[in-house]
């Protein structure tokens, strides 16, 4: 079926991909098997060849066996980025067992749930969590508690005394510090070097396409998160269709720093780079100077990240010290990339930035922009071998171009449903021309050409005297403001409108003290409709950010009404 966007479509790609009909761990083990001596991971200094990689994980696959982890069970992976996170990955995947990836800014509390939810009863994690993982575990009933945890040290992949770049001062303690074993209550916690340290046998790989292969977690407007069941085949699917969209070799040199328990990290980048055979520059988290050394020492040529990133490093005193012309490809998503960012991109490096769109669900990428055809402030066009509409949020229907609906999606990348939450799963599928569309909760409209723009959470919007305000859309248009750095705009109450709109903003370095709020409202005044303008302006040191770097827009509206 002809479709708007397939006049714009890469003319070397296919509008649907067969993906390998091998399990993720064969991805590994067939680039180990091409390019055993070649960089797989480089990491402060350290070089990590896939054949090095193959065989940590398989000795790790061994030991989990030993631990009892059997064909199916849920593993608990919880860190930052680091050699011993894409180790630990595939190492669970070679034992035919499934990753639950856990964003490690969560505290105890939080664990709980990634430890009874999915019915762990073993966990990997770094030295600075553990003690926090196993409080988590500890505080639970006999019956729900970890049976195993295994630890490493970030400098178990490192040499402290040769990292290659210096490392920021921040990071020092973080990195650096050694930490006991802690204690945990009904089981043993094991150092990383211990695990990995055996003879032990391998189990048979019985894993292929269609057994789960990843339980990660999102967390929806209410209630807990939800595990999202993918199968190999969702994963695989976007891997390979990311690497040919983005049109990589295994000469790729990929700066990986979005992080890998966020879907977008491990698919879209790690998962991508590992079935083509590329470099992984690892970052275990953000740190612009250091980017800067990182893409200009290793001559990093992709780079998928969150806007927020970009903006950061062209922000940065150091930057004309930077060589950012090994770049081909740039890209991201996550939020909206401001129109002057992307026009700077294109007009002083040649870089077209290439925005996509997706979910926890949609295993990363349901659209993207066209890499020779991008449009900014843009989600793309639908995705390697997805269908996507927009349909009224009441009745289902599908509406025509321009008009704003919810944006659904169909595809080989779409999850199963949720872990043990049928009702759930229910919600989140309806049924459109005899295909199985997912409800992604995302209010956005689809243009003449076939490109989906995206308005805003289907419950994000301000309606401020009968209009109604898209808070995405004043955002995007306060970041051509020179003064202002990052912006989110949320409601307030107002006794007249009901509801007005608030803007906290986060003014660059060199403007601090030379702007005021006022200045702010008076040039929204000048430059949108009157009632899209901030009536509040409030300043801030930063906006409150989700561990892969989204904007957390609910933490300051929630903050609202007390305020």
């Given at each position: 079926m002809q479709r708007p966007h397939h006049p714009f479509w890469p003319k070397r790609l296919p509008h649907a991909m067969t993906p390998p009909q091998t399990s993720l761990w064969d991805n590994l083990a067939i680039s180990a098997r091409r390019y055993p001596d070649k960089a797989a991971l480089v990491f402060l200094g350290r070089v990590f060849s896939y054949a090095q990689v193959q065989r940590q994980a398989e000795?790790?696959?061994?030991?989990?066996?030993?631990?009892?982890v059997q064909r199916g069970d849920r593993v608990v992976l919880d860190m930052q980025n680091c050699p011993q996170l894409v180790i630990a990955h595939f190492a669970i995947l070679r034992a035919n067992a499934v990753v639950v990836p856990v964003n490690p800014m969560n505290r105890a509390e939080e664990l709980k749930h990634y430890i009874t939810d999915p019915d762990a009863k073993v966990a990997i994690t770094t030295a600075d969590l553990a003690a926090e993982l196993a409080r988590a575990s500890n505080a639970l009933p006999a019956g729900e508690r970890l049976a195993h945890l295994i630890v490493t040290h970030f400098t178990d992949a490192f040499d402290p005394a040769d990292t290659g770049e210096p490392l920021p001062a921040a990071w020092h303690d973080w990195l650096l510090t050694r930490h006991a074993l802690p204690?945990?209550?009904?089981?043993?916690?094991?150092?990383?070097t211990d695990a990995l340290d055996n003879a032990l046998p391998l189990p048979e790989p019985t894993t292929g396409p269609q057994d789960m292969a990843v339980l990660p977690?999102?967390?929806?407007?209410?209630?807990?998160?939800?595990?999202?069941?993918?199968?190999?085949?969702?994963?695989?699917h976007n891997a390979v269709a990311s690497a040919a969209w983005s049109n990589a070799t295994a000469e790729n040199r990929t700066l990986l720093v979005v992080p890998m328990f966020h879907i977008t990290g491990m698919v879209s980048v790690m998962h991508a780079s590992i079935y083509v055979g590329a470099t992984l520059v690892v970052m275990p988290r953000w740190d612009r100077d250091l980017a800067g050394r990182l893409i200009s020492r290793w001559k990093v040529t992709t780079w998928t990240n969150i806007p927020t990133m970009v903006i950061d490093l062209l922000g940065s005193p150091r930057f004309d010290q930077y060589d950012l012309s090994s770049l081909v490809h740039i890209g991201g998503g996550g939020a909206a990339m401001p129109q002057a960012v992307a026009q700077r991109l294109w007009e002083q490096f040649g870089l077209r930035y290439i925005e996509g769109y997706g979910l926890t669900e949609t295993s990363a990428p349901s659209h993207s922009n066209p890499p020779d055809a991008p449009k900014q402030q843009c989600l793309g066009v639908p995705f390697v071998s997805c269908d996507a509409r927009v349909v009224d949020p009441e009745t289902l229907a599908e509406l025509p171009p321009g008009e704003q609906g919810e944006i659904v999606v169909h595809g080989p990348m779409v999850f199963q449903g949720y872990w043990k939450r049928p009702d759930a799963t229910a919600a989140a599928f309806f049924e459109l021309e005899g295909?199985?569309?997912?409800?992604?909760?995302?209010?956005g409209r689809m243009d003449e050409d076939g490109y989906f723009f995206i308005t805003d959470r289907l419950k994000r919007m301000i309606n401020a005297s009968g209009f109604k305000v898209w808070p995405a859309e004043v955002e995007a248009l306060m970041f051509k403001h020179p003064a202002i750095q990052e912006a989110c705009v949320i409601s307030a109450r107002d006794a007249y409108r009901g509801e007005t709109v608030k803007a906290v903003v986060v003014l660059r370095p060199s403007h601090k003290g030379q702007v005021s709020e006022q200045d702010i409202v008076d040039w929204c005044r000048a430059n949108m409709a009157v009632y899209k303008v901030p009536r509040i302006v409030q300043f801030a040191d930063a906006l409150p950010k989700s561990g892969s770097g989204k904007v957390m827009w609910r933490t300051l509206q929630e903050a609202e009404p007390a305020g």
């Open positions: 000795r790790l696959a061994a030991r989990l066996q030993a631990l009892g204690a945990l209550e009904g089981g043993a916690a094991m150092a990383w977690y999102t967390s929806g407007t209410t209630g807990l998160p939800k595990g999202c069941m993918h199968r190999h085949a969702s994963l695989m295909k199985r569309f997912f409800r992604t909760g995302d209010l």
